[in-house]
């Protein structure tokens, strides 16, 4: 199994789940559950029988990547992120996809994650004769968990912590992630890339240049949005000038731990139907007036706190009234 040959059978696998679920059809939150789910146990069998080449590794990768931004072998699309920080934790910044190793390799990688070998195990002589001793653990015992917990750790983000929410989709839930760090498909941020645009305005406002802060925060149009969702919560986030801001101060003003939570659901429904908004301008040529947009936002993030929470039960002429006082 050391050639990579060999292992065709697995990649040909691995390939012909790929094409069953047809990356256009999903979201990207439906993307990002499937290759941590189905597609990464796919091949864990023969990984825990046999020592994988690097090529196939990379080559699995690859095709993993490639799944999770849309793209394919014919058809190209940009990679939002590095794929570096789509494996790493959650806690680190990242999605949370993990990946494989190359246990044949396992020195190398583990110098490249600046960890020596001699910390995760070495044999100490003692009065009783010889052990084995772990630094990565308090008690000096080895274990997997520590181990992994030593590889995953990433130096703090300098974007901060991102809250991730259960009462909130998967696929809005990484909207708000990437939208954070500009990472989303805004004319600014198309033509970095270079993508030609016949204009980088804003199609909401046509006053400025079109970034992700703009467009969910600055913008007039987004700020008509926002004054309805401060007015219906009773709180003012008018200061706020980036998404990070907004999300900063919205978890500052709830009272209490599920407030918090409930409140950030609202902010995350409120950008998420603002850039849906957007879409319809730039798409269809439709122009959402900001009062149905706030009609969408309550229906919406009512459906989402009734059926995913566990906040207890509350009716929709308490939700309409205001999202906090149930």
Request: charge should be positive; glycine fraction near 6%.
């Amino acid at each position: 199994m050391k050639l990579k040959k060999n292992w065709k059978p697995i990649i040909d696998r691995f390939q012909a789940k790929l094409s069953a679920w047809k990356s256009k059809t999903l979201s990207f939150g439906g993307r990002l559950t499937l290759i941590q789910s189905v597609l990464g146990n796919l091949p864990t069998y023969f990984l825990s029988l046999y020592v994988a080449p690097e090529g196939v590794i990379q080559t699995l990768e690859r095709m993993r990547n490639r799944f999770l931004w849309g793209a394919s072998k014919e058809k190209k699309k940009i990679h939002w992120f590095s794929w570096d920080t789509v494996v790493a934790p959650k806690k680190a910044g990242g999605l949370g996809v993990g990946v494989w190793n190359n246990i044949a390799g396992i020195r190398k990688d583990l110098l490249s994650k600046e960890i020596s070998v001699h910390s995760v195990l070495s044999k100490i002589s003692t009065a009783n004769g010889a052990t084995w001793r772990s630094e990565l653990s308090p008690n000096g015992i080895y274990s997997v968990c520590a181990l992994r917990h030593r590889w995953d750790y990433r130096p703090p983000n300098a974007d901060g912590n991102f809250t991730w929410i259960k009462e909130v989709p998967l696929k809005v839930n990484c909207f708000i992630w990437r939208a954070r760090r500009g990472r989303i498909p805004v004319a600014l941020e198309l033509s970095k890339r270079g993508v030609i645009l016949e204009s980088l305005t804003c199609p909401m406002c046509n006053e400025q240049d079109e970034g992700a802060d703009h467009v969910l925060v600055e913008c007039r149009y987004a700020k008509q949005v926002f004054e309805g969702i401060s007015r219906w919560c009773k709180v003012n986030t008018a200061d706020c000038q980036t998404i990070k801001e907004v999300e900063d101060s919205v978890s500052q003003l709830g009272l209490g731990h599920n407030r918090s939570i409930t409140l950030l659901a609202v902010y995350f429904g409120a950008f998420w139907s603002i850039w849906k908004s957007r879409n319809a301008r730039v798409f269809n040529k439709n122009r959402i007036p900001p009062d149905k947009v706030i009609d969408m936002i309550k229906s919406a993030t009512y459906i989402w706190v009734k059926n995913r929470g566990k906040f207890g039960r509350f009716t929709w002429a308490t939700w309409s009234q205001c999202p906090l006082d149930f």
